[in-house]
């Protein structure tokens, strides 16, 4: 049997009993990273010492099959660094190795960085959307989220600290810059924050340096009350009072809901 079991995100007390308890009689553990199973352990008072095996990005494709042939004749217990294994962490590939040879998975459900933000971030939590990390690179992030813009459930993504004043520009850009979004940082730890405004309002916030782990929840495009014409209509007549075509299509879609990218495609076709 494959066992999932969910870490914790920042604070150890989060740990379940039924986590502790694996770990304790575990004898085999897939680890992200062996050295933050040792400490892990070390950190719960584990005195037992499992045969650790790195699972990761780089050797998860390789490893999986070595690991499903094990897990049928004895329990593997899988662990991230934080969260749940498989939630932008390395285990996808092992489940569906396992799936497809008919081995047993379960999970030890606990700690997510995604729920929790998406709990505390003060935007609709009926339906919502992971979209893990933005990409790294300008261009494709801003493509993204364009992609995304008209998208009607909450969104939650990954950043890195480094990137995410960069990445709430982007967002701004392609949302608009009045979507109401939070940046939630340090989650269950000591200088734990939740920052709660306008995508533009967070970018400008964000410029002058942020650290941390950091989790971005932003609310999904509004009805479209307005139809896609008069939406280019707005567009234009934005255009017209000397605002720049990407940035009327933005500010259109931010408050119709219809694809900033598809309003800026069909306003210039209309401007010739």
């Known amino acids: 049997m494959i066992i999932l079991a969910a870490t914790p995100i920042g604070n150890l007390g989060d740990a379940s009993r039924r986590l502790v308890e694996a770990l304790e009689t575990a004898t085999v553990v897939a680890a992200e990273d062996t050295r933050t199973a040792q400490r892990l352990l070390a ?10 095996v790195a ?3 780089h050797n998860e494709k390789t490893r999986a099959a070595e690991l499903v042939a094990l897990a049928a004749e004895q329990d ?14 390395p285990g996808y590939g092992l489940v569906a190795e396992a799936a497809a040879r008919g081995v047993t998975v379960t999970a030890l459900p606990g700690p997510s960085a995604v729920l929790t933000a998406l709990a505390v971030s ?3 939590t009926d339906r919502f959307a992971f979209e893990g990390f933005l990409p790294r690179k300008a261009a494709e992030r801003r493509a993204t989220a364009t992609a995304l813009s008209g998208e009607a459930r909450t969104l939650v993504f990954f950043e890195s600290p480094a990137r995410l004043a960069a990445s709430l520009a982007d967002l ?3 949302f608009g810059p009045t979507r109401p979004a939070a940046v939630c940082r340090e989650l269950t730890k000591l200088h734990e ?3 709660r405004g306008t995508l533009a309002e967070l970018a400008e916030w964000a410029a002058a340096g942020v650290r941390g782990e950091i989790v971005v929840v932003v609310a999904g495009a509004p009805a479209r009350t307005v139809e896609f014409p008069d939406a280019v209509t707005q567009v234009l007549e934005l255009v017209r009072d000397g605002v720049r075509l990407k940035e009327a299509a933005a500010e259109v879609s931010a408050h119709t809901g219809h694809s900033s990218r598809e309003l800026y495609q069909a306003a210039l076709a209309v401007r010739g």
């Open 172 to 174: 701004a850009a392609g």
């Open 43 to 52: 950190a719960l008072g584990v005195a037992n010492r499992p045969r650790l």
């Open 76 to 89: 593997v217990l899988v662990i991230s660094d934080a969260g749940m294994p498989t939630v932008s962490d």
């Open 122 to 124: 003060g935007l609709p």
């Open 55 to 57: 699972l990761h990005d």
């Open 193 to 195: 924050e939740v920052r």
